[in-house]
C-alpha cells in the first residue's frame, strides 16, 4: 500500500476515535447515526444498540455495511464498506462498557434488549479538505489547476 493510502486510513482512524460518531447502514436499513466504539488500537468498531432496532435485526447474520463519516471540523470524509455482525462477546462488552452506553439500558449490561453491533471495515475511500487557504489564494492569483490540487486529497484505501 503506498505512503499516501497509509497517511489517510491512520488520519481516518486518529479521526473517528476522537469524534466517535459515524452513521452505520446496511440494504434495507438506511444508515443512521451511532457512537462508535472502540477495543484497544485493533482496527474494528463496535456500536451498541437494542436487539429490537431495525439494524439490529437487519444483521441477525453477518451482512455488508456502509460507513459515513464526516469529522466534525469537515477536515476528513470517508465512506467505508464491510461487515456488521452482532458480537455476543461478554469480554468485549465490559471492556467497552460506561456510563453512556448505561444511560441507555436500564438492565445495565444484563439488559435483555442490550445488542453489541460489530463492524470489520473492508475498503474505503477517504477524502481530506481541499479547501485551503493556499488553494484559495492560487485560484484567485489564476495559479495552478484546483484539479490537481485535488487529486492528492482523496484515496480508495484497503481497511484491513
Not at 130 to 146: C, E, R, T, Y
Amino acid at each position: 500500500m503506498p505512503d499516501n493510502d497509509e497517511e489517510f486510513k491512520s488520519k481516518f482512524w486518529d479521526s473517528i476515535r476522537s469524534d466517535m460518531t459515524a452513521m452505520i447502514g446496511v440494504p434495507g436499513v438506511h444508515p443512521r447515526p451511532m457512537t462508535a466504539q472502540f477495543d484497544g488500537d485493533r482496527n474494528v468498531i463496535y456500536f451498541f444498540t437494542a436487539k429490537d432496532t431495525d439494524l439490529a435485526e437487519a444483521v441477525a447474520s453477518a451482512k455488508e455495511a456502509i460507513l459515513v463519516y464526516s469529522a466534525k471540523g469537515h477536515d476528513l470524509f470517508a465512506t467505508v464498506e464491510g461487515t456488521l455482525r452482532i458480537d455476543d462477546d461478554r469480554a468485549v462488552i465490559d471492556r467497552l462498557w460506561n456510563r453512556f452506553v448505561a444511560a441507555w439500558f436500564e438492565g445495565g449490561k444484563e439488559d435483555r434488549k442490550l445488542c453489541l453491533l460489530r463492524f470489520d471495515p473492508a475498503d474505503a475511500e477517504i477524502w481530506k479538505d481541499a479547501s485551503s487557504i493556499v488553494a484559495g489564494v492560487k485560484l484567485f492569483l489564476g495559479m495552478g489547476d484546483p484539479k490537481e490540487d485535488y487529486r492528492d486529497s482523496v484515496a480508495q484505501v484497503r481497511m484491513k
